[in-house]
């Protein structure tokens, strides 16, 4: 018995679909290979042709369809120029670059509070620092901290200017300030080039509370944890 593709190989194995192939898969027959490798060919000559210009796989195009796709693609564009998307799908220019930097610093000076990465911002009511939000259960463990030690202590909003890793001007707010301490502190739970730019900048008396520190404060345990308070 022959194999059923056409290679003129004897058929050895019966496959799923009940014809006998002289492989184990049709796809290794001689015959099939052949057929897909021509069937890659012609692809890609035919995207060859149309990125050419010339009609090949999509010669059934009409001019009606394609009139309403270019129609189609316009509304959109208007669409997200009116809700204020104008910047969609754009390389920005370095001079729109430092303006929306400008931009964003000026709305760091207005009081704005960037969220911290994913980390989760709680609101918190301390019977010192007044009402405040904070960034992760870490900082909102460390405030209940502060406040368990009946010190003199606020959530930081001051900005303090440096020169970041490629060379720019940025600003950067430590979390809190003890003012019993004259201190900052900074809670970090790891550490980044960026940030050891900043600390080595920063002309203030800065603690940096990261894991290690916490656990030894009691402030949560050897697994992260936060303590209960």
């Not at 969609?88 to 220019?93: D, N, T």
Request: aromatic share 12%.
């Amino acid at each position: 018995m022959k194999c059923k593709y056409g290679c003129g190989k004897d058929a050895t194995y019966q496959l799923k679909n009940g014809a006998w192939c002289c492989s184990k898969y049709s796809t290794q027959c001689p015959s099939i290979k052949k057929k897909n490798s021509e069937g890659a060919i012609k692809s890609w000559k035919d995207r060859e042709c149309h990125l050419k210009g010339k009609p090949s796989w999509n010669k059934g195009l009409t001019k009606e369809t394609d009139d309403r796709v270019k129609y189609c693609t316009e509304k959109i564009k208007e669409a997200i120029k009116e809700k204020g998307h104008c910047w969609s799908g754009r390389h920005h220019s370095d001079e729109t670059k430092e303006k929306m930097r400008q931009y964003m610093l000026e709305k760091y000076k207005n009081g704005f509070e960037v969220r911290c990465g994913r980390a989760l911002k709680y609101n918190y009511k301390s019977p010192i620092a007044g009402s405040i939000k904070v960034d992760g259960r870490w900082e909102l463990a460390v405030a209940k901290y502060l406040d368990q030690k009946k010190v003199t202590w606020k959530r930081n909003t001051k900005r303090f200017p440096y020169i970041n890793t490629k060379g720019k001007h940025s600003t950067y707010c430590p979390d809190f300030f003890v003012e019993e301490w004259n201190t900052f502190i900074e809670v970090k739970g790891y550490e980044t080039d960026l940030d050891r730019c900043k600390w080595e900048q920063f002309k203030h008396p800065l603690q940096i509370w990261n894991a290690d520190t916490l656990i030894e404060l009691n402030i949560i345990n050897k697994y992260g944890e936060v303590a209960e308070w």
